[in-house]
């Protein structure tokens, strides 16, 4: 039995049917303790990652490797830092051709996501006496939320350096030798492989000990989905921006500028380095000034800087994150690790259809928030403690596409959404998913009360999009017209409301019907919404999120083919993105790279703990989170794109695609559910068997609430609301 102890009632066993529970405060006592997370999240990558820092409209990646194959080595200097404000979704802004709502706008780009892997910025090599250095990589290069510190043993010589990205957006190494050394960096403007021409020019101006480049140039570059016919040459992205490397030695006579043959500006700058250290900076900017000043200013205040970067972010990872603890040391970890990827993607441009604060997903794909991780992506939001600034967002940046008409009509009536948007462009590949960011944005309304949010989101947003059809997303239809019904009424729309009751059909015969008939389907025993062609996917598992799934479905799907091993989803670990009874069958190369991902083991677990099977749904999740998101050999927390079927990794190495996972935790495993409008905290807590014991620190209403768990026991304290079981 399940019994809650509140405030000063410590001391009485409440049953589990006492409902409501009434906390009672506790002063400020409940406040997490200062932890510095940055620290506590270092690890050691060289050899197993690139290096990931990520600023507002600037990020570094250090070293190159291609689906988690090293292909290049970090090395002294800065070796890939770009600006991405979301200009171009790859490495041209050529103008869409296409006619009405599917025009892409400005900037899509089918080619170059990935372009700052051509980029080659400042290569350090080192000079030791009569001895020359090439590009040395790491002895050591640990990584952390807010820095990389790299060490180079070179035969008796020590280098060490910090990489950071500071609050200007400059990209800032700080290099420190043992003995006196002279390093020489190269570099040139930027050229990629699908670079056409380049008009760059480069001055050097060694009284502010400044090199700048003028960047520009053309690219070949797809704005339109299509056959390759509708490639064409255009501007490229950085073009007419200027690029700023600024350094604390003095340039003068320690600089040199060739052009290859195609006008690529090369650069060679040699700059002493001893014990007191050398600064280099760079940075990026529309304006020439501005990003000579940036870079400057990074140079000149580099220490301070840096120790502000470190405050800041653990600022973020102790003020803004739920505070959780558990026996088990990795789980904090895992968890730690996943929220500072997903704070270190925002990003806040503020310009075109930019103008609010996101999350994104990842720096291995192109940059920016996609529509189907936003369904989870959003809700993740909704757990920090500033909402309006890191939830409203995530659900918000999607109205510009709707409010400017830029999405699929179908016949039918149904209005589709690109994957993907930035400032002026979207991708152009649309889909049904953001019927679930109507349940997403209701979220973050029952963690703020903030009407005016769901009127922004109802009005000119949901209203437009869905008022012919609602799309469908894993048998969301029913809780989705609900939704939309209660925004019409809370926002008032009350004309509304008769539209949305019937829109979609919602008595209980109905609902049920329409759940019995894909029950089995195609002769699948007890699975829900088999395919015709046998690729059984978990996506049969994700309806179980919605409160109709009839529960004795549930239960059999989840004996049946959850815990199966045989031919159900549990292989290496859980869950196989595909059962291996259709894995015998389907096995082309993407079929064998996306063996496991992450959005798969969220929808699938959480459509578990929404029906109540806590025991089973729990033990899955650790299962996942200890195989998937914990590297037991290197013995850190890691956060791939997906494992293949032989549990490699695969695709990007940072991404925010796993963000799902923090609701697994405060959703799943904590059971905790917020209300403001209601004033209520719900507790439905699922401890793993494994775990002895488990802490949640929550931000309600400015004031920090504790939820401690033990086998048997719940003890709430310090909280605003109605707590109930």
């Known amino acids: 039995m399940i019994r809650f102890i509140c405030g000063a009632l410590a001391s009485i066993l409440l049953p589990v049917a006492s409902l409501p529970v009434v906390s009672r405060p506790v002063a400020s006592a409940q406040q997490p303790p200062m932890t510095d997370y940055c620290a506590r999240l270092e690890q050691e990558i060289q050899g197993r990652k690139h290096g990931f820092l990520a600023g507002n409209l600037s990020y570094y990646v250090g070293g190159f490797h291609a689906s988690w194959d090293p292909i290049e080595d970090e090395t002294i200097g800065l070796t890939h830092p770009f600006h991405h404000d979301l200009r171009s979704r790859g490495t041209g802004l050529l103008e869409s051709e296409l006619r009405g709502g599917e025009n ?198 580099s220490a301070d800087w840096l120790q502000n970067k470190t405050r800041v972010l653990n600022q973020q990872l102790n003020q803004q994150v739920p505070y959780f603890r558990c026996s088990d040391k990795k789980m904090v970890e895992i968890y730690y690790y996943l929220w500072s990827l997903y704070l270190m993607y925002y990003i806040d441009v503020g310009q075109d259809w930019e103008l609010e604060p996101h999350t994104q997903t990842a720096v291995n794909n192109f940059l920016g928030i996609h529509r189907y991780d936003a369904m989870f992506q959003i809700k993740v939001g909704a757990w920090l403690s500033d909402q309006p600034r890191y939830a409203y967002g995530n659900v918000l940046t999607w109205k510009h596409l709707t409010k400017n008409g830029r999405y699929r009509e179908l016949d039918n009536g149904l209005r589709m959404l690109a994957d993907n948007k930035g400032r002026t462009w979207h991708s152009g590949a649309y889909g049904g998913e953001m019927s679930e960011h109507v349940l997403s944005a209701w979220q973050v309304y029952q963690h703020t009360g903030d009407v005016e949010f769901l009127k922004a989101c109802y009005e000119g947003h949901f209203k437009e999009l869905f008022w012919k059809r609602i799309s469908v997303f894993a048998m969301n239809e029913f809780e989705v017209a609900e939704t939309l019904e209660a925004m019409a009424k809370l926002t008032g729309n009350q004309e509304d409301v008769a539209h949305w009751q019937q829109l979609v059909r919602r008595d209980r015969e109905h609902i049920r019907l329409m759940f019995d008939q894909r029950w089995q389907a195609h002769g699948v025993d007890n699975y829900f919404a088999a395919p015709d ?48 009874q259709a894995m015998k069958t389907f096995s082309t190369p993407d079929d064998h790279s996306f063996g496991y991902t992450p959005d798969t083991a969220y929808f699938t677990l959480d459509g578990m703990f929404r029906q109540g099977m806590a025991e089973v749904a729990s033990e899955l999740t650790l299962n996942h989170l200890q195989n998937y998101n914990y ?95």
């Not at 775990?691 to 620190?697: C, G, L, T």
């Open 104 to 301: 892409t706008g400005r900037g899509n780009d089918y080619l170059g996501w990935e372009f700052y892997k051509d980029t080659r910025v400042l290569y350090g090599s080192v000079r030791i006496g009569d001895r020359r250095v090439q590009t040395p990589k790491p002895t050591s290069m640990r990584w952390r939320p807010d820095k990389l510190v790299c060490r180079y043993e070179l035969d008796g010589v020590t280098l060490t350096e910090e990489k950071f990205i500071a609050a200007n957006d400059a990209a800032v190494s700080i290099i420190k030798s043992s003995v006196p050394v002279t390093i020489e960096f190269s570099g040139h403007s930027f050229y990629s492989r699908n670079s056409q021409t380049s008009t760059a020019q480069v001055t050097v101006d060694p009284t502010q000990d400044v090199l700048l480049i003028l960047e520009g140039g053309t690219v070949r570059s797809r704005p339109d989905p299509g056959p390759v016919d509708r490639e064409r040459f255009g501007p490229c992205v950085y073009d007419g921006m200027t690029t700023a490397l600024a350094f604390s030695s003095n340039l003068d006579g320690s600089v040199e500028v060739t052009a290859d043959q195609q006008d690529v500006q090369h650069y060679t700058i040699r700059a002493p380095c001893d014990s007191e250290g050398l600064v280099v900076a760079w940075a990026m900017n529309d304006e020439a000034n501005a990003a000579k000043t940036a870079a400057k200013q990074a140079v000149q205040h």
């Open 533 to 580: 062609n046998g690729m059984i996917m978990t996506n049969g598992f994700w309806a179980m999120r919605s409160k109709h799934f009839p529960k004795e479905y549930a239960q059999a799907m989840v004996e049946s083919w959850a815990v199966n091993r045989e031919r159900g989803f549990y292989g290496d670990y859980f869950p196989l993105a595909m059962s291996k």
């Open 631 to 725: 590297h037991s050999q290197w013995q850190i927390p890691v956060a791939p794109e997906a494992y293949r079927r032989d549990g490699s990794l695969f695709g990007d190495q940072y991404s925010n695609f796993n963000a799902g996972k923090i609701l697994l935790y405060l959703e799943g495993l904590a059971g905790l559910s917020v209300s403001i409008p209601e004033r209520t905290l719900t507790v439905r807590p699922a401890l793993p068997k494994q775990w002895e014991w488990m802490e949640v620190r929550l931000p309600i209403e400015g004031q920090w609430t504790t939820i401690k768990y033990q086998h048997g026991q719940v003890n709430v304290q310090n909280c605003p609301l109605d707590v109930r079981q």
